[in-house]
Nanobody, 125 residues
Framework: QVQLAESGGGSVQAGGSLRLSCAAS????????MGWFRQAPGKEREGVAAIDVTESTGYGDSVKGRFTISRDNTKNTLYLQMNSLKPEDTAMYYCAAAFYGGWCPRLVGYEYQYWGQGTQVTVSS
């Protein structure tokens, strides 16, 4: 059974940093495309960052240059380093996994089969 568990969220002032982690279990991590998504109250889910099986990455426009996605397949863990945080980054952050069947869905959320429960990030001004 595939399970994803996020951690590392919290409250931080604008300009600060946080590192999110997503521990995966129940599958071969290096065969899965991985992504981070977020959703703020009253807003639609937004793709934040994605990394494919070759470790090629992609980012949403609002986080480019500030966030970095990475993966450690030896630890079955996905990371999101978030720097220069802004109040508009406040949201619940979710990690997601999609089996690699020849292509990765990048920031297309509905293509991901597995989701974690989320971790809250709050940025104050």
């Amino acid at each position: 059974q595939v399970q994803l568990a996020e951690s590392g969220g919290g409250s931080v002032q604008a300009g600060g940093s946080l590192r999110l982690s997503c521990a995966a279990s129940g599958y071969t991590h290096n065969r899965y495309c991985m992504g981070w998504f977020r959703q703020a109250p009253g807003k639609e889910r937004e793709g934040v960052a994605a990394i494919d099986v070759t470790e090629s990455t992609g980012y949403g426009d609002s986080v480019k240059g500030r966030f970095t996605i990475s993966r450690d397949n030896t630890k079955n863990t996905l990371y999101l380093q978030m720097n220069s945080l802004k109040p508009e980054d406040t949201a619940m952050y979710y990690c997601a996994a999609a089996f690699y069947g020849g292509w990765c869905p990048r920031l297309v959320g509905y293509e991901y089969q597995y989701w974690g429960q989320g971790t809250q990030v709050t940025v104050s001004s």
